[in-house]
């Protein structure tokens, strides 16, 4: 009895030992093939993200990481076959920048620039958003076509336009103006005409874009707080200002904030209408960086671009607290 007992329970003990043996073989046969299909998985999605992070570190990483070395070292277009023989110099080219009176003046031009042409291209893409969400009924899609074109028409085209637009002897609105017997100045060459003229055009570039996103914001007002206002006793100006203006902040801030970006790296209206004349009244703070990094000064050029950055964030964050939804 004793001796069927021990083998009873032996041969129990070894039932169990085995199934507890094959329990974890079992279980890394049936894990192994998961892990396989997670690692095929694996694979695949770094061959597909190859293509764009080979672009990235090429294209914006490498050159991020090499343009803050150069404003930090005084790199010229000498070393670039020497690139190791440069020298750290610290914030040595910022002070450099601040010191010379041509850049304020850059800066000057692009405050100018960016605090009288954002609130016009602002409050035109927002009048025409209203007429052609209330007012115009008639060829709606026309007008919104009108107004989008130059938009998507290229700035070196449209800087050219205007350029011959503006000429002083042959230029069509001098032509017009002398048909009223006005004497119409050389625009592009006088420092009184030539930032407003450049001011002018961004503007009327640029309103198509807001003109599109407000009047998205103004066909998603709801109608039932627009007659619940009126029913109140609200004119149109006050329905405008109570009602549908503070709705219509997310797609301000969104428009102030793209074309304030923008705005703020003007470049090309005055490389291709004035290269930054007459006598500097025109440059602006891009074009200022890329006359350095054309002298050869990469290092000043560099640093130069990094305030332009600095001057983003700042106003990118002063528009985002004034102009955030409250709530």
């Given at each position: 009895?004793?001796?069927?007992?021990?083998?009873?329970?032996?041969?129990?003990?070894?039932?169990?030992?085995?199934?507890?043996?094959?329990?974890?073989?079992?279980?890394?046969?049936?894990?192994?093939?998961?892990?396989?299909?997670?690692?095929?998985?694996?694979?695949?999605?770094?061959?597909?993200?190859?293509?764009?992070?080979?672009?990235?570190?090429?294209?914006?990483?490498?050159?991020?990481?090499?343009?803050?070395?150069?404003?930090?070292?005084?790199?010229?277009?000498?070393?670039?076959?020497?690139?190791?023989?440069?020298?750290?110099?610290?914030?040595?080219?910022?002070?450099?920048?601040?010191?010379?009176?041509?850049?304020?003046?850059?800066?000057?031009?692009?405050?100018?620039?960016?605090?009288?042409?954002?609130?016009l291209t602002l409050a035109a893409g927002l009048a025409a958003a209203v007429a052609l969400n209330s007012g115009?009924?008639?060829?709606?899609?026309?007008?919104?076509?009108?107004?989008?074109?130059?938009?998507?028409?290229?700035?070196?085209?449209?800087?050219?336009?205007?350029?011959?637009?503006?000429?002083?002897?042959?230029g069509l609105v001098n032509t017009v103006l002398a048909w009223f017997g006005i004497d119409g100045p050389a625009?592009?060459?006088?420092?009184?005409?030539?930032?407003?003229?450049?001011?002018?055009?961004?503007?009327?570039?640029?309103?198509?874009?807001?003109?599109?996103?407000?009047?998205?914001?103004?066909q998603s007002v709801p109608q039932s707080l627009m007659e619940a206002a009126e029913l109140d006793g609200a004119?149109?100006?006050?329905?405008?200002?109570?009602?549908?203006?503070?709705?219509?902040?997310?797609?301000?801030?969104?428009?102030?904030?793209?074309?304030?970006?923008?705005?703020?790296?003007?470049?090309?209206?005055?490389?291709?209408?004035?290269?930054?004349?007459?006598?500097?009244?025109?440059?602006?703070?891009?074009?200022?960086?890329?006359?350095?990094?054309?002298?050869?000064?990469?290092?000043?050029?560099?640093?130069?671009?990094?305030?332009?950055?600095?001057?983003?964030?700042?106003?990118?964050?002063?528009?985002?607290?004034?102009?955030?939804?409250?709530?």
């Amino acid at each position: 009895m004793t001796t069927m007992s021990t083998n009873t329970i032996a041969g129990q003990g070894t039932e169990g030992r085995d199934t507890a043996g094959k329990q974890p073989a079992a279980r890394r046969r049936t894990s192994s093939p998961r892990r396989t299909a997670q690692g095929r998985q694996a694979r695949a999605a770094w061959i597909l993200a190859a293509p764009f992070l080979a672009l990235f570190l090429a294209f914006m990483l490498l050159p991020v990481v090499w343009s803050t070395l150069m404003s930090l070292t005084d790199t010229k277009s000498a070393d670039l076959r020497t690139p190791l023989n440069v020298s750290f110099v610290g914030l040595d080219n910022y002070i450099r920048l601040f010191q010379d009176p041509q850049f304020f003046t850059a800066l000057r031009n692009t405050a100018v620039f960016v605090l009288v042409a954002l609130p016009l291209t602002l409050a035109a893409g927002l009048a025409a958003a209203v007429a052609l969400n209330s007012g115009i009924q008639r060829f709606r899609a026309v007008f919104r076509v009108g107004f989008y074109l130059p938009v998507i028409t290229s700035i070196v085209a449209v800087a050219v336009v205007w350029k011959t637009l503006l000429e002083p002897h042959a230029g069509l609105v001098n032509t017009v103006l002398a048909w009223f017997g006005i004497d119409g100045p050389a625009w592009l060459a006088d420092t009184r005409f030539a930032l407003p003229v450049m001011i002018l055009m961004a503007v009327w570039r640029n309103l198509g874009t807001v003109m599109i996103i407000m009047l998205a914001g103004l066909q998603s007002v709801p109608q039932s707080l627009m007659e619940a206002a009126e029913l109140d006793g609200a004119g149109a100006w006050q329905r405008f200002w109570r009602v549908t203006f503070p709705l219509l902040r997310p797609a301000l801030l969104l428009t102030a904030v793209t074309t304030g970006i923008g705005y703020l790296q003007f470049f090309d209206e005055p490389f291709v209408m004035t290269d930054g004349g007459p006598l500097d009244s025109t440059l602006s703070t891009t074009l200022y960086a890329y006359k350095q990094f054309g002298n050869g000064n990469y290092d000043v050029a560099s640093a130069a671009g990094y305030v332009v950055f600095v001057l983003i964030i700042a106003l990118t964050v002063l528009q985002f607290r004034v102009l955030r939804d409250k709530d």
